[in-house]
């Protein structure tokens, strides 16, 4: 089958040949039809410091993807041929305490599909039943491609109550961009982005933000502008998917005291922030987010997706034949594409 490969530690990727994946009886084969490029994937295509700890090569990448089942192992119950589905790529254990009581998301022995087994650039994927989402029929290919990063999304924007909330999402890659029609739809009163990139801040405006932010061209007066825009006390909820050390000290700075911050973004290193002055004094409430609440989020992001899939049409900027990853990951990373879907 045709797949695209991680096939030597450096930067670059192989568009080659795979083998077809066995279907084991707890488990479905899929014939793939959309794929997504996510942020992780172009760390990979780099080769940055987190991918030389994390991959290790040869790997098939990949793990946003909609196609339907061409396959069923005998043990697997309630899926059928033909059925179009997508999949949670968090392959967890099921047995220890974090799966048991409805936390997966956070298992200690996960692997995770394109990272550390087999992904979805590829025209097959095996997948463990118990993994696979079924897609209604009211919710198109290029949508369901985007469970996986919405899903980041929805999980941020939901692990706090929003409604009538000021919002601030700081940074707006996909998953940032995906938040702002989340946090509209779960009826934010106001939603701000932080954003330096010129491109995004204006795709941030397009899918519904309320005000943009240039936060580098603001500087000392980011907190003011916000203030000025949703009254003195400031913002009630930071939504940080920058991965950012100064856009993090920025957010918690322009949150209302009493304020909750939802942590998505990944730093490259430590973050020096002051605690007391910016946490502890004010009483924020951090909450780290990994991943999606399995399977919680995946409900929501239907019902999301279901009524509201063309609030996200901006943000799918491309869509390349598989054979044209590496020019979606290099425009990725020049910063003229975002959300990249390949069609297999």
Known sequence: MRAVWKDVAGRGLLVSRAPEPAC??????????????????????????????????????????????????????????????????HITCGHCRFCRTAQGHICQTVKIIGVDCAGCFAEYIAMPAVNVWPVPDNIADKYAATFDPLGNAMHTAMAQPIAMKNVLISGAGSIGLFAV??????????????????????????????LVIDPIAAGTKFKEQICDFV???????????????AALCQGLDALALGGVASLLGIYPGEVCTPLSELVVFKCLTL?????????????QSENF?????????????????????????????????IKVLLDL
């Open 24 to 89: 084991g009886d707890n488990e479905v084969l899929i014939k793939v039809r959309k794929a997504g490029i996510c942020g992780t994937d172009l760390h990979i295509f780099k080769w940055d410091a987190w991918s030389q700890n994390r991959i290790k090569p040869p790997l098939v990448m990949g793990h946003e993807f909609v196609g339907e089942i061409v396959g069923i192992g005998k043990a697997v119950q309630g899926l059928s041929l033909g059925q179009r589905v997508s999949a949670e790529g």
């Open 181 to 210: 029609p989340i946090a509209k739809a779960a009826g934010a009163a106001r939603v701000i982005v932080s954003e330096p990139d010129p491109f995004k801040r204006e795709m941030a405006a397009r899918v519904g933000a309320d």
């Open 231 to 245: 009254g003195n006390y400031g913002c009630d909820v930071l939504l940080e998917m920058s991965g950012n050390s």
């Open 287 to 299: 909450i780290g987010i990994n991943g999606r609440r399995m399977f919680e989020t995946w409900y």
């Open 305 to 337: 997706l279901a009524t509201s899939a063309a609030m996200i049409d901006p943000i799918i900027t491309h869509q390349l034949p598989l054979e044209e990853i590496e020019n979606g990951m290099l425009m990725m990373e020049q910063g003229k594409a």
